[in-house]
């Protein structure tokens, strides 16, 4: 059986409400609605956690955060914890990294043979949280809504330097592996930090939502007394006292962000390219998928951090050979990459079961199948204690023990906006999800292995601060006289293994 190649597509911050079937209308994302044609579409697909680090580290695993430890953006990736590189690398495959997965702590691969590029965020416990001082804001890393405030046009950012890079090399290690010097098939992870903000934009992308429709929030901001307590934490933490955000602000960030999926569109088309004229196409299968989504001004909310779901749906389509297209609505996780992707490339997926929260969704894809309820946490910046959600079917329950059940029906009410919780009309749907909830979760149990992850990280990060300070960014290893022409080689071997295709 000759297995398939993966090529996986992944960007930071793509609201799912954007994608019910491929890219809305609205947007201008030629690759990713072609590729949205030949794909397996899951509309309502769930981040484990609508946060980078905790969200990557559970697509990675398919382990929910309270399993991998990772509960926010400074907590460490054990090494011991298997991915979906693990898995794979362990059935023979080539895995390589190029972008973004914002690993912390010394392990910079996880399962990736190499990675491409650094990562564009810190690999220390610098970014960690507090729950004994609630409230408290630290602004050279917490967000603020500047990102709003700043939105508009430049041709180069840090963010953009990063992509650009991120995407060359991807390209370049196509080019690689099409020479087929390694009979290994491959999984190639492409991670993109865009449209995450600032919702800076270069012009070409810009200029082509001036008359975007969807540059006015449908839900406005709602009062402030009028928010749920996590919603107000999240306001707080980000500042909002500080600003005076006004309409034309909220239309220009939403409009750099439009423009910034216009620009990793363009970045995913030179990859499918490259992949096309390589002549691999026919034997990938192409993931495309975000680590959580982005609120952009929806009920007055920003960025992501809370279960509404634009911050914690995303997009997630899969194209395989095997598989046709289809749309899939029945909510989904990311938690179910790894399992899916070990079906797919031949694993045996009963032996993964004990290491993945998730579920091969290969039975849905196909029409036989259905999933189990979709579980969320959350124990980060604007918590207090942890939170969890479920959404099962039309329904999902967020739980605190700092604060009131919500339950939404998403159904009737898509945007979230009645609480359903004490509503009598709806105490089955409440009693039925409380007690997945229970039996999934001791909230007291969460939140003492948080506070104790947080304390044992502000002693090492403030340790490791003072004198010499070794990095665990990592650093990409560049072999320069391995590349090009060099005189341990042989030209005429040489010139011949580097050209794909031979002979024409």
Request: net charge negative.
């Amino acid at each position: 059986m000759t297995r398939p190649n993966i090529l996986i597509l992944m960007v930071d911050q793509f609201n799912g409400t954007f994608f019910p079937d491929g890219p809305a209308d609205f947007l201008h994302a030629p690759h990713l609605k072609a590729l949205a044609k030949r794909s397996v579409r899951f509309a309502n697909s769930y981040t484990a956690s609508p946060l980078c680090a905790p969200a990557r580290a559970s697509f990675m695993s398919g382990q929910l955060p309270s399993r991998t430890r990772v509960y926010d953006n400074a907590a460490e990736f054990a090494s011991d914890i298997p991915t979906y590189a693990h898995h794979l690398r362990a059935a023979g495959y080539h895995t390589a990294l190029s972008g973004k997965m914002h690993f912390v702590g010394p392990d910079q691969l996880h399962g990736f043979e190499e990675r491409l590029t650094t990562d564009i965020y810190p690999a220390d416990f610098g970014w960690t949280p507090d729950y004994t001082k609630p409230g408290e804001r630290i602004d050279w890393w917490y967000h603020n809504l500047g990102s709003v405030t700043g939105a508009g046009v430049a041709e180069i950012t840090n963010q953009m330097e990063y992509d650009d890079e991120v995407a060359y090399n991807a390209t370049r290690k196509l080019y690689d592996l099409s020479r087929r010097q390694d009979d290994r098939p491959w999984c190639l992870t492409v991670s993109f930090t865009h449209p995450h903000d600032p919702y800076v934009a270069r012009r070409k992308f810009w200029d082509l939502y001036e008359d975007c429709p969807a540059l006015d929030p449908e839900v406005p901001a709602l009062p402030f007394d009028e928010l749920d307590p996590h919603s107000q934490r999240l306001l707080e933490a980000c500042d909002y006292k500080a600003f005076d955000i006004t309409p034309e602000q909220i239309r220009r960030a939403r409009r750099g962000y439009f423009a910034n999926t216009s620009y990793v569109d363009e970045k995913v088309g030179e990859i499918l390219d490259v992949l096309e004229r390589s002549r691999m196409a026919e034997d990938t299968i192409i993931l495309f998928v975000s680590d959580h989504g982005d609120m952009l001004g929806e009920r007055g909310l920003w960025f992501k951090m809370c279960f509404f779901d634009g911050s914690s749906r995303v997009p997630l389509m899969i194209s395989a050979p095997g598989w046709d297209p289809a749309l899939i609505t029945q909510p989904v996780s990311t938690l179910d990459v790894t399992p899916t992707l070990a079906g797919l490339a031949g694993l045996d997926i009963t032996s993964l079961k004990k290491w993945t929260d998730g579920e091969d969704l290969a039975p849905l894809a196909k029409g036989t199948g259905s999933r189990n309820p979709v579980p969320m946490e959350y124990a980060a910046e604007g918590s207090i204690t942890p939170l969890v959600a479920i959404r099962d079917g039309r329904y999902k329950l967020s739980l605190c023990d700092a604060d009131p059940a919500m339950l939404f029906d998403l159904d009737a009410d898509p945007h979230e906006l009645t609480n359903l919780a004490e509503d009598p009309r709806h105490a089955e749907a409440l009693s039925r999800l409380k007690a997945q909830a229970d039996a999934r979760w001791s909230l007291p149990t969460y939140d003492a292995a948080v506070r104790e992850s947080q304390a044992r990280r502000w002693v090492v990060y403030e340790a490791l601060r003072n004198g010499a300070y070794y990095p665990w960014d990592y650093q990409p290893l560049q072999k320069a006289s391995e590349r090009y022409m060099r005189n341990h080689m042989d030209l005429n071997v040489l010139e011949e293994s580097k050209r794909y295709p031979r002979g024409e």
